[in-house]
């Protein structure tokens, strides 16, 4: 049975819609309080004049409203930037402008003090309001520049990103009282006639802003995404499918699949407008198709049997305990597979196509996702070269594959540490290779030191780097992070280590918690001291396939050094239920990492 499987179009929630309206009518907010703000400098202007008789500032005149331009453009840049976080200028427009912008206080503050050291020191006449001795005036200018400016509270709120959300919501809470009060008591200094002033639109700016900041990760998504205008994917339908296997406590991993997998085919200089995918930027794909799961015909010279041009990927969709069907973080699978795609000559696919095509295969083998505790469809896509040439040179044909494959709880009994091996013989990957890559060949060439490990009674090899052998990188197929002291650190992405979603999403959190993370080179013997010393207090892995994975004993040159008495650790356990909890849906997903698709 042929058809054409629906085009998905991006869906926000309300959530999404309600924060897009806020941000907004924000923009429209600090565009008209920029007009009133310009007004400002003017009346100081005019004051001065009445009051001294000359204009005492006027590079301070023209700098004032120089710099309220812009802070007010770079206010409406962050807030665009929410809306349009794909929006590539604003890197450097916001950079320059918020660095500009920033000397706006800087600048403002020498304004205010020369004003006020000329009143104090008798050049200018002293304002009637203006009783406190000047270090008094000074102390308080700062002070007031450094509290009360709402572009240092962007600015917190900007460099610090989640860390500093809670707190800088706290800030604006504060801002916003201190804005009421003053616009109440100059409500009652003008006998209760509502003046229409700029001050009157800081409430309502302060508590955009507290709205803003609580709501953090959820606007630092695409909330505007583009509407996807994908190529069709056929379908064919498995006339013959497979019996699902009944014990899903034995389900094992990459033993079973489903009864569909999803094709797409490349050829050099292929492109039908409209129908390729041109019209996505990458050239060359076509055919599109989800078909009945079964061999892949190819021709003996494929290239890909002979230089292992082969490049591949896994996540996983989790079938909530709301019954609901998640991916977690698909656009990072496919934004690597673009990067594996680069270093191995292989031609870029569609990033959002990739997903969608994803999708649209979990979608239509719904069924085969398994729903005991702990278990997930692995979803494998995957890239080779298929043109029949023997020569060493870049393919010229290629197909893009996903395949699923129902796979059981890793843990089936809780989370076992488990015992590496530090490998000092082999090495994975070095600095300039393809370290950084999921292509088959490094799997390929990690498979002996895994055995000798194996055959020695571990479960895993800790890598070291390639040159110097002294650099931790890896533990067998997973990143690796160890909790020194007061510190978290995993080895600094340099070349030679895959950068694990799983990585990325651990850093996140725990910084989102509070913990130091360091990305930094970390050396054995660094480790090896800590052991010793006591201050090793916890070491996993991360991975898609374990999450997150203690361990308890590391084997190095001889000797055994235990970490954490074999047992796992307070962090490893609580980002393992944090992260396998937001998997599932059973806590809530601060950091829209998951995508609901069915
Ligand atoms: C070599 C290697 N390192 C690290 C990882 C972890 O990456 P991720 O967290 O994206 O699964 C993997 C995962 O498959 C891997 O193969």
Redesign the pocket.
Known sequence: MEGGLSMGISTYTQKQKFLAGVVCSLIVLEVVSLLFSLMGPWRIYQREIEVTGRFIAPFGFAMLNTMLILVAAANVLVLLKFLLPNWKPHRQWLGGLLGVALLFPVLNLIRGISVDAGYSFGILNQPPLNIFPLPVVIAAMIAGFVVFNKFFLLLIGVAFKKRMEKIAGIYSAIMLAYWLSAVGLWLVKINGAIHWDANLLKPITYLAYIIIYFNWPVLSRPILEKENTFMQITFEKNPAPKQKPADQSALGFGIYFTDHMFLMTYDEGHGVPGESADSLGCEGWHSPRIVPYGPIPMDPAAMCLHYGQEVFE?LKAYYGVDGKVRLFRPAE?MARLNLSNERLCIPPIDEAFAVHAVEELVKVERDWIPTQDGTSLYIRPYIFATDPHIGVRPAKQYIFAVILSPVGAYYASGLNPVKIFVEEKYVRAVKGGMGFT?AAA??ASSLKAQEDAHKLGYSQVLWLDGVERKYIE?VG???VFFVIGDEIVTPALQGS??G????KSCIEILRAWGYTVHERPLALEEVVAAAKAGTLKEAFG????AVVSPIGELACGGETLSINNGEIGAISQKLYDELTGIQWGKVADPYGWTKVIA
């Open positions: 896994g699978n999921k490094n799997y890896e197929t997973m990143n280590i895959l694990g979603i799983t990585r991360s991975g898609t396939a």
